[in-house]
């Protein structure tokens, strides 16, 4: 079971916008920023966002990140078939003295 | 552009020791701000953090594996090395190595990922 907690799935359709979400506590959310990762089958992961809100460079605006208390989200606006995709959240846990993921969403398009 | 590769056996036996290499090019692993990461997803499960290692040696492991996991850095190859001890079923897995951006400018996060490698703990 993963320290953080993300849907195991959600869907949308093209051009919707949807939201996936991450929850932890005080130890790790609470007290740390939260990067995403974007992971297609086979592939390795790729980060889409850091320090919570930040895009690295070729990641598209579509992409946007906030965190707030304990929680944590990615929004993807004007959805497309390619972001058919798992996505992740982490963070530093303090408690556990080691950095922690969550179980991935899988998103449908 | 920063590049990782990992590499390795696929197939270790049960109660022996798991060695992989992650090789960096495009770019130096002597920076002093970065550190090198290790990450691993078993079959059908999330991702999870092993341990990092820094250019100057220092290693920090994930408590859940400490006792079994040794991490180093060679500097003259750009290379860093995962050993994990007394494998099982349960170290089945696609070992990722990453970079850990660090400091003023940086992406702070896993960033790259090499493509990963599947090792298969079985006898």
Request: charged share 15%; with cysteine; hydrophobic share 30%.
């Amino acid at each position: 079971q993963s320290v953080l907690t993300q849907p195991p799935s959600t869907s949308g359709t093209p051009g919707q916008r949807v939201t996936i979400s991450c929850s932890g506590s005080g130890s790790n959310i609470g007290s740390h920023s939260v990067s995403w990762y974007q992971k297609f089958p086979g592939t390795a992961p790729k980060v889409l966002m850091y320090t919570g809100s930040q895009r690295p460079s070729g990641v598209p605006d579509r992409f946007s990140g906030s965190q707030s208390g304990t929680s944590a989200s990615l929004a993807i606006s004007g959805l497309q078939s390619e972001d058919e995709a798992d996505y992740y959240c982490a963070t530093w846990d303090d408690s556990l003295s080691a950095w922690v993921f969550g179980g991935g969403t899988k998103l449908t398009v | 552009q920063l590049q990782l590769r990992e590499s390795g056996p696929g197939l270790v036996r049960p109660s022996e020791s798991l060695s992989l290499t992650c090789t960096v090019s495009g770019g130096s692993i002597s920076s002093d701000t970065d550190c090198w990461d290790w990450i691993r997803q078993t079959p059908g499960e999330g991702l999870e953090w092993i341990g990092n290692v820094y250019n100057s040696g220092f290693t920090h492991y994930n408590p859940s594996l400490k006792s079994r996991v040794t991490m180093s850095v060679d500097t003259s190859k750009n290379q860093f090395s995962l050993r994990l001890t007394s494998v099982t079923a349960a170290d089945t897995a696609m070992y990722y190595c990453a970079r850990h951006g660090r400091g003023p400018g940086a992406v702070e996060a896993f960033d790259p990922w090499g493509q990963g490698t599947l090792v298969t703990v079985s006898s």
